[in-house]
C-alpha cells in the first residue's frame, strides 16, 4: 500500500511545467487555508472558557431543542439552538474542540513513538529483527481495525486517556512501514557507513544520522494521522464506546444528535461539521507540507 | 509461482493465528464469564464449582489452545451469553446482510472510480480533474457515519425519496451502499487516475497510437489494463476496511449484518459473540490479501519473480 501512495504522491513530476508551478501554488494556498483552519481550532481550544457564551454543562430543560438563530423560534441567546437538555449546541461544540484536538495529537505523537521505534529497528539490523517487526505488522494491518479499537476500549474502559492509547495502540504500523523502508534506504549511504566506521553506537547512529533525515516524512504522516484520529475518535464516540457523556466530544454529541434528526436536524449536522472542517484543515495542511518536503517536487 | 502462493498462504496462516490470539487474551482479559453466566446471589463455592467444570481455572495458555481447537475443527466459538445459541449461528445468520451490503458498495465505488479516474487522467487539470481531486479531499475528511445521517435527513426525511432504516427491499440498500462506498471511494479515484497517467506516458501507449489505433482502443485496452494492477491489490486489501466502514454503516441505517450484531454484542459483553466476528472478519481480510497478492502475481509476473 505504502508503495502505492508513494506512487500517488510522485505523479505529479512529470507534468507540464507551467501547471506544475500553478498546482504548486495552488496546493500551497490550500495548504495556508488549512492552516488557518488549525489555527482557528487551537485559538478555539485555548480560548473557548472566553468565547462560548454558555457554561457547556448547564441544562436548561424548558429550554430544550431550540432551532439556530435563523431558523423560525431561533433566538440569538443560542447561536446554533440547544440540544436535548438545553445546553447551549454553540458553546458545546466550541469546548469538544479540547478533546478532538488533545486526542487527536497526543494519539498521533504516542503512535509515531512506537511506529518510528520499531521502522528504525526493523530497517537498520534487517533480517530477523526485520521479519519479526514485519510480521507483527502485517498481523495489525489484517485485524479488522475497527473491531480491536471497540474490543480494546471495551477492555481499557471508555475514558479519555484509554481512547488516545486504543488509537496509538492500532494506528502505529503506519508509521513502521513507512520508517523502515526509508531507514533502510539511508543505512547504505555514505554518511552512515562513516558514522558506523567509526563505531558510534547504533542509539547514536539512529537517533542522530537517520531519525533527522526521517523527521519530515515523519512530520507529514504525523499530521494526516491527527485527522484521522480526530475521526476515529468521534467514531468510538458515537458507537457510545468514546468520550462519555457529558462531557462535549464531538462524536458523542453527534450520537446523541441522531436521536432527533426527524426535527432536529441542525443537532447532527454542526458536530459533524466541526469534526469535518477539522479534518479537512489538517488534511490540507498536510497536503503542503508533503508537497513542500518531497524532494521530486522540490526539483523542479 | 508456486513457492509464492505456499510463502504466502504460511504468513495469512500465520497472520490469522496471531489475530486470534489477540482476541482471545483481549477478552480473557475483559471478562469473567462465571459473573456473567451464573446469578448474582451465587455463592463462592459455586463459582468455583462451575469454574471448574467450564475449564476456566486451567492455565490461560491451555485455555487458548482448547479455545484454538475448538474453534479449528469444530467452528465452536461457544455460547451467546445474551442470545444462548451458538456464537457461530449468529454470525452465520447476520454474515448476508454485511456481504450484501459490502458487495453492492463495492460494485457502486468501481462503477464511479473507474470512468472518473480515466477522465480525470487523461483530461489532466481540466475541471473534471479538479472537481474529482476536490471530492476526493472532501470524501477523505468526511466521517464516514456523519455523511450518511446527512444522506438520511436529506434524502430521508426532507425529500422522502429513500427508506432511512431497516433492509426490506432494493431501495433500502441505496443509501447504506453510497455512505459506506464513500468510505474507499477516494482512494480508488485517485489509484486508477494516477495508475493511467503512469501508464500513458509509456513508448507502448505511444506506439498503439501511432499504429493507428483508435483511441478508446488504446485507453481501454492497452492503458486501463496495466493501470489496473494496482487496483487489483488495492480492492483486496480494502476488504478489511470495508468491514469496518460496515460496522458504522450498519449501526447508523440499523442494517441487519454483522457490524451492527459486533457493537451490540462489545455493548452488552457478549464476548463469544465478538471473537466470532473478529475472527470471522480476520478470516476475511487475511483470504481478500491473499486473492488480492495472488491475482496480481498472476498478471505481472514482476511480483511473483520479486
Known sequence: ?300 | MRTYIIKRLLQSIGVCLVISMISFFLLFLNTDPALVLLPPEAEVTDIAQFKKQMGLDRPVTIQYLDFLHRVVLYGDFGNSFVAKVSALQLVGERLPATVKLAVAALILVNLVAIPVGIIAAIRRYSLMDNLATLAALLGQAMPLYWFGIMLIIIFGIWLRWLPISGSDSLAHLILPAITLASWILPVNMRLVRSGMLDVLNQDYIRTARAKGLNERKVLIKHAFKNAAIPLVTVVGMQLGLLLGGAVVTETVFAWPGLGRLAVDSIRMGDYPVVQAIVVVFAFFVVIGNLLADVLAALIDPRIRLE
Open chain 1, 1 to 300: 500500500m505504502s508503495e502505492l501512495v508513494e506512487k500517488i504522491e510522485s505523479e505529479e513530476v512529470s507534468a507540464p511545467k507551467g501547471s506544475l508551478i500553478f498546482r504548486k501554488i495552488w496546493h500551497l494556498r490550500l495548504g495556508v487555508i488549512g492552516g488557518l483552519v488549525i489555527l482557528a481550532l487551537l485559538l478555539t481550544a485555548i480560548f473557548c472558557p472566553l468565547l462560548a457564551p454558555h457554561d457547556p454543562y448547564a441544562q436548561n430543560i424548558s429550554n430544550r431543542l431550540k432551532p439556530p438563530v435563523w431558523m423560525e423560534k431561533g433566538d440569538w441567546k443560542h447561536l446554533l439552538g440547544t440540544d436535548h437538555l438545553g445546553r447551549d449546541l454553540f458553546s458545546r461544540i466550541l469546548y469538544g474542540s479540547r478533546i478532538s484536538l488533545v486526542v487527536g495529537i497526543s494519539a498521533a505523537i504516542l503512535m509515531a513513538i512506537m511506529g518510528v521505534g520499531l521502522g528504525l529497528f526493523a530497517g537498520y539490523y534487517g533480517g530477523q529483527v526485520d521479519s519479526v517487526i514485519s510480521f507483527f505488522v502485517n498481523c495489525m494491518m489484517g485485524f479488522p481495525f475497527i473491531l480491536l479499537a471497540m474490543s480494546l476500549v471495551a477492555v481499557l474502559g471508555p475514558s479519555l486517556q484509554n481512547i488516545i492509547i486504543t488509537l496509538a495502540l492500532t494506528s502505529w504500523p503506519v508509521f513502521t512501514r513507512v520508517t523502515r523502508v526509508e531507514t533502510m534506504k539511508l543505512r547504505e549511504r555514505e554518511f552512515i557507513l562513516a558514522a558506523t566506521s567509526l563505531a558510534y553506537e547504533t542509539w547514536r547512529i539512529l537517533l542522530h544520522h537517520i531519525l533527522p533525515n526521517l523527521l519530515p516524512s515523519i512530520l507529514v504522516l504525523g499530521t494526516v494521522e491527527i485527522a484521522r484520529a480526530i475521526i476515529l475518535e468521534s467514531l468510538l464516540s458515537f458507537l457510545g464506546l468514546g468520550i462519555q457523556p457529558p462531557i462535549p466530544s464531538w462524536g458523542a454529541m453527534l450520537a446523541e444528535g441522531r436521536n432527533y434528526m426527524l426535527m432536529q436536524w441542525w443537532l447532527a449536522a454542526f458536530p459533524g461539521s466541526a469534526i469535518f472542517l477539522s479534518a479537512l484543515g489538517i488534511n490540507l495542511l498536510g497536503d503542503a507540507l508533503r508537497d513542500m518536503t518531497d524532494p521530486h517536487l522540490r526539483k523542479s
